[in-house]
C-alpha cells in the first residue's frame, strides 16, 4: 500500500511539473491569440505579428488593442499557431497550450461557409475578405489541420472528440466545394482560381493586381491536399484533369530568378532552352498567361507590367513539375490507376 501511494505521489507530481512546462514559441502564442479564437498576420497598427520579436510593455498594449477583425488564415494565420501548439502540448503536456489550439480548431469551424468554402478574414467582411480564398493556400491550410483532426493524425489525437466529429464533418464539405469550383473550360475540368464569390462560387478578383484568372501555385496545393484523400472517382477525375492541364500548358524556354541589384529585389524572366515554367495566372477562357497591375488593369506581356508589379510580385514558377513528374505517379501507383 506504502508503494503504490507513493507511486501515486509521484504520479501527480510529475503531471504538475509537466503541466508548467513552458514553451517560449507557444507562450506568445498564447498572448496573441484574440478572442474569436483565430490569430491575425498584423496587429491593431498594422505592424507584422512576428513572433521573434521580445515582448515588452508597448508590444503587448498593440496586442491587447487588436481586435477580431484581424483575425485571418491569409499567409499561414491561425493554421500555423494550431499546428505550432499542438507540437508544444506534445513535447510538454501543458493543457493550456492544447486549450489554446483547440480554441484556434473551433474557430476554423465558425468561419466555414455551409458552402464548404472558408473566407480569408473572419469576422471582417471588408472589400475581398469574405470572399472563398485559396490564395496563398488559406483554405487548404485551414482544411489541412481539419483533416488532421478528424483523422487524429500528426499529434492532433489528443483533440477533444467533439471537435474530432465536427471537424470529419467540415472536411467533407471543404472537398465538395473544392470540386464544384474547379473550373469548366467548354465542360472540361481546369485547375482552380484564386478566390471565388462565397455566394456563387463564381471566379472573382481580389486585389487590383489579382485578376479574375486561373492560379497554379495555389491549384498545386490544391492538387495535394486532394491526394491525401480517398481516391473517390469524383476526386480521381479532378486530380487527372488539371494535372493534364497543367502538362498542356507548360512553358518551356524560359526560366524566372528573383536576385539583389543596389538592395532591391529584381525578378527576370530569361530564355533558357533547359527550363520549364507557369506563369502564377492564366486567362480562365483562353489559358493565355496573364498579368494584373495596381491600376487593375491586365496584361498579356510579362513586360508590359509596371517595374513595381514586376519586381514587387513573383508571376512565375515550376511548383507544378515535382507533382508531375513525382507526387502525380506515386498517388496513382498507390491507388493502383494504370497509365
Known sequence: MIKSGISVLLLCFTGIVSAQVKDTLAEKMLLYQLPVGGWGKQLNDKSVVNYTTP????????IKATGDDHATIDNNATSREINALIKAYAATKNPEYLKSAEKGISYLLLMQYKNGGFPQYYPNTGLYRKQVTYNDNAMINALTVLYNVAEGKN????VDSKLREK??????????????????????????????????????????????????????????????????????????????????????????TVGKENGKTVRVLAEDKN?????????????????????????????????????????????PQKLIDKEYPKWKLKNNMGG
Request: aromatic share 12%.
Open 167 to 256: 471537424s470529419k464533418g467540415a472536411l467533407q464539405k471543404g472537398i465538395e466545394c473544392i470540386l464544384k469550383t474547379q473550373v469548366l473550360q467548354k465542360g472540361s475540368p481546369s485547375i482552380w482560381a484564386d478566390q471565388y464569390n462565397e455566394i456563387t462560387l463564381q471566379p472573382d478578383k481580389a486585389r487590383a493586381f489579382e485578376p479574375i484568372s486561373l492560379a497554379t501555385g495555389e491549384s498545386v496545393g490544391i492538387i495535394r491536399f486532394l491526394m491525401m484523400q480517398p481516391a473517390t472517382p469524383e476526386i480521381q477525375k479532378a486530380v487527372n484533369a488539371s494535372v493534364q492541364w497543367f502538362k498542356d500548358n507548360k512553358i518551356e524556354g524560359y526560366s524566372y
Open 55 to 62: 515582448v515588452d510593455k508597448n508590444l503587448l498594449r498593440k
Open 275 to 319: 527550363s520549364v515554367i507557369w506563369a502564377r495566372f492564366y486567362d480562365i477562357n483562353t489559358n493565355k498567361p496573364l498579368f494584373g497591375d495596381r491600376d487593375g488593369s491586365v496584361k498579356y506581356h510579362y513586360n508590359e507590367v509596371s517595374e513595381e508589379r514586376r519586381n514587387g510580385y513573383s508571376w512565375f514558377g515550376d511548383s
Open 155 to 158: 499529434d492532433f489525437d489528443v
